[in-house]
């Protein structure tokens, strides 16, 4: 785009407090304009067919709809509407999925405001935008040979329950949060054992720590932390 046009953002995230903070920033600039904001992936989605603004700032982890599963939609939907991903610091699962997905730019929650401002600005002149942390991720993936991870094997759906199994959360948190019912999420939590060849949450979190689905050194403490629990119920 023009550098003298006004860049139009959604914001998309569950968080209040975080939306305000983004739209504090990009009120301070005025190249930039923020003509909505929706606060889970279903509301977002609907806003970005309505709006077609020229960014989305989306969640990673959202009711109704993941940032993954809403960027798959604008892209199917060939939307002018270019998305950027803002995930919790440390938590980059498979960011060339994500890219894959349509994803044009990719940060952390932890960035310093000039970093998001300047990632805006790359993407809304044509160009991606990725965390130094997580173009790291993905030249390793490069030197590794990449493809190796068996979360490639799980659907967009599968591999968004399957962080969620393995950071403790449970099967009726997971339907209340995604707005599923509880058979779904046992169907789609049968189907991950299946195909990561695994039979309990514990293996799934010690699996994901591995392949580095969580970048989180308690994964598993969380995961016997979430079976102790339900032992003592």
């Known amino acids: 785009m023009g550098s003298r046009d006004v860049i139009n953002v959604v ?6 407090l975080v939306r305000n ?9 005025p190249e930039f304009a923020v003509v909505g904001e929706a606060g889970d992936g279903e509301a977002g989605l609907a806003l970005i067919r309505k709006l077609e603004p020229d960014i989305a700032v989306l969640d990673l982890h959202m009711p109704r709809l993941t940032g993954v599963e809403v960027t798959e939609r604008v892209r199917r939907s060939e939307l002018k509407t270019r998305v950027v991903i803002v995930t919790v610091a440390g938590e980059a699962p498979f960011p060339r999925r994500l890219l894959e997905a349509g994803a044009s730019g990719y940060l952390t929650k932890a960035c310093p405001a000039e970093e998001f401002i300047l990632a805006l600005q790359q993407v809304a002149d044509g160009r991606r935008y990725l965390a130094p942390s997580i173009a ?4 390793m993936e490069s030197v590794d040979g990449g493809g190796g991870s068996p979360f490639d094997r799980l659907t967009t759906r599968e591999l968004e329950i399957a962080i969620r199994l393995a950071q403790g959360d449970d099967a009726q948190t997971l339907s209340r949060f995604l ?5 779904t999420i046992s169907t789609h939590k049968s189907n991950i054992f299946a195909k990561l060849d695994i ?14 689905v969580l970048h989180l050194g ?11 629990r339900r032992r003592q119920r």
Do not use: W
């Open 199 to 212: 039979d309990n949450v514990v293996a799934l979190a010690h699996l994901a720590n591995v392949h580095g």
């Open 179 to 183: 707005s599923i019912s509880d058979k």
């Open 11 to 16: 914001l998309i995230d569950d968080h209040l």
């Open 218 to 228: 308690n994964a598993l403490e969380t995961a016997n932390g979430t079976r102790r």
């Open 21 to 29: 903070g983004y739209r504090a920033m990009l009120d301070r600039r």
């Open 136 to 139: 790291q991720q993905l030249a």
